[in-house]
């Protein structure tokens, strides 16, 4: 529909709008209905002289304005029995199909179809507050996670997303950015909405709550709680291998936080696998990250305090992606060339790993897969008997990914930087 042009029919008021665009109407003569509306045809300017024909309304019998041809009627939703009435099946046998309950696999698939049709045809919603109030469930999953932001928790989310909206749950996030108080609190205002379940992404727990509990990457055995790992033995062999197996002695190292889930073990792996490689760990090529901060600066920062200690190294494996980008950059800005000065390995492989220049050889974490088995064990604690047995650690294995950081080093000349030319 299209505003006439002409104003001379329109009252008062919308001849002359008040400055504040966003006042509101006052009474009905100032509604859209009060305006000079009509077709586009009938918008084309007037002879002079010509008045514009008089505005025609239909009515109902009633003396009520009739409906637009123009308006569109939706049905007001359909209940569960009207379905079950339309389709003459019984209101449990809908009610399984729709609400996705394990019972409805005995149900043949060409009926599961005919419901699901006429669900949507006779525009039929779930009552979620209802089904949760008679099955005493919220079918809500809590998730806590350090940080939202490019890197290991996003790809955990994003598997946990992916199983959670298979089975019909919803979800909740928390970031805690690593603050005790707030992992203890949030615990709790999860079970205050409700949840059935808590998955905690590289946060520590100490304690059992009253709902399911799963952990990735949380490293300390609680009793009723699943806890996903990786085989960080197997990562750590797999990159001192590789760099060994390019000729790498002299190798600087980037250690995690101390407050972050894989920190201890991964760098325990890495000794291991370093005295199995016959590799010397220097304590002048060792550099922790240091703050909270999600991006590559502790990388960066790491990597130049590396490079301040003098001790030349040719390769050097960091903690995760981010701090591996980040000490990419330092080692750029003190004259050094990646791979050709000095190889660098990541850990993770994030998803802009493959996208850096040079591509980042890193070990692969299998980050999504990992938030599937966590949705899934959770989800499996919430349908089984209290009180029933659950593994106390499930374990994955990572890949190695080679791509442009890494090569076979080169002769290093005393008095540059970092003991490279």
């Known amino acids: 529909m299209t505003r006439a042009k002409k104003t001379k029919n329109l009252p008062a008021k919308a001849r002359n709008p008040a400055p504040d665009s966003t006042q509101k109407l006052q009474d009905p003569s100032d509604s859209l209905e009060a305006l000079d509306v009509r077709a586009p045809e009938a918008c084309a300017p007037l002879p002079d002289g010509e008045s514009p024909a008089p505005s025609r309304r239909r009515t109902t019998a009633a003396g009520a304005p009739a409906a637009s041809a123009a308006t569109t009627s939706v049905s007001p939703p359909a209940s569960l029995k009207s379905v079950a009435a339309h389709l003459g099946l019984s209101t449990a046998a809908v009610s399984r199909v729709l609400s996705g309950a394990p019972a409805a696999r005995s149900i043949p698939a060409a009926t ?51 199983r959670l909206l298979q089975e019909g749950y919803f979800y909740f996030v928390i970031s805690h950015h690593h603050r005790p108080d707030l992992i203890h609190k949030y615990q709790h205002l999860l079970l205050a909405r409700a949840v059935e379940g808590i ?27 699943t806890n996903i790992v990786l085989n960080h033995k197997r990562a750590a062999a797999l990159a001192l291998e590789h760099l060994s ?142 009180g029933g047995a659950h593994a ?24 540059s930087p970092g003991g490279h030319s």
């Open 112 to 162: 599961q179809q005919r419901i699901l049709a006429a669900a949507e045809l006779l525009n039929y919603q779930p009552n979620i507050f209802g089904r949760s109030l008679r099955n005493r469930r919220s079918f809500t999953i809590g998730v806590m996670v350090p940080e939202v932001s490019e890197g290991y928790a996003t790809l955990v989310l994003s598997g946990i997303e992916e």
């Open 199 to 225: 998955i905690a992404v590289d946060t520590p727990v100490e304690q059992r709550l009253s709902v399911p509990m799963v952990t990735v990457s949380g490293h300390h055995e609680r009793d009723g709680i």
């Open 245 to 386: 197996g390019l000729g790498h002695k002299q190798i600087a190292f980037i250690k995690g936080q101390e407050f972050s889930s894989d920190t201890e073990a991964r760098w325990q792996a890495i000794r291991h696998a370093a005295a199995q490689n016959d590799l010397r760990v220097q304590q002048k090529l060792i550099a922790r990250l240091e703050g909270d901060s999600p991006t590559h600066e502790p990388g960066y920062f790491a990597t130049q305090r590396l490079l301040g200690n003098g001790a030349p190294f040719s390769a050097l494996f960091a903690f995760n992606d981010t701090s591996a980008i980040g000490a990419i950059r330092a080692l750029r800005e003190a004259g050094l060339r990646v791979p050709q000065d000095v190889s660098v390995v990541g850990f993770d492989d994030v998803q802009s790993a493959a996208f850096q220049n040079p591509g980042l050889t890193t070990v692969r974490q299998p980050l999504q897969k990992m938030g599937v088995l966590a949705a899934q064990t959770v989800l499996q604690q919430i349908m089984e008997p209290a």
């Open 392 to 415: 106390k650690q499930l374990v994955v294995d990572p890949e190695f990914v080679v791509r442009g950081s890494t090569c076979p080093p080169r002769l290093a000349h005393a008095g």
